[in-house]
């Protein structure tokens, strides 16, 4: 069985920071494709970032490039989202998802995590 969990969300004020975690157990972390996707209330889930099984290719949705960051730690099966400068228009509910692909990034996943809930608010 290969699990997806997220943890690391909560509530921040605006401008502030916050990383979360996912960690993928069950398989070989190093196949899989990741990717971060969020749902805030009353709206469609939307893709915010993917990254290939190395790494070394990411893909943001404009409206957080240049405030989040991608990364992975192969050795530790762990994939991060580096939030800054967090706004309330980014308070959703934040998953993760992997897709085993060895080469690139995909918007297509069939392995999710529970969700973790980020809220930004004053």
């Known amino acids: 069985q290969v699990d997806l969990v997220e943890s690391g969300g909560g509530l921040v004020q605006p401008g502030a920071s916050l990383r979360l975690s996912c960690l993928l157990s069950?398989?070989?972390?190093?196949?899989?494709?990741l990717g971060w996707f969020r749902q805030a209330p009353g709206k469609e889930r939307e893709f915010i970032v993917g990254i290939s099984s190395t790494g070394s290719t990411t893909s943001y949705l404009d409206a957080v490039r240049g405030r989040f960051t991608v990364s992975r730690d192969n050795a530790k099966s762990t994939m991060y989202l580096q939030m800054n400068s967090l706004k309330p228009e980014d308070t959703a509910v934040y998953y993760c998802?992997?897709?085993?692909?060895?080469?690139?990034?995909?918007?297509?996943?069939?392995?999710w995590g529970q969700g973790t809930q980020v809220i930004v608010s004053s």
């Open positions: 998802a992997a897709e085993r692909r060895l080469v690139g990034v995909t918007g297509d996943f069939s392995i």
């Open positions: 069950g398989r070989t972390f190093g196949s899989y494709a």
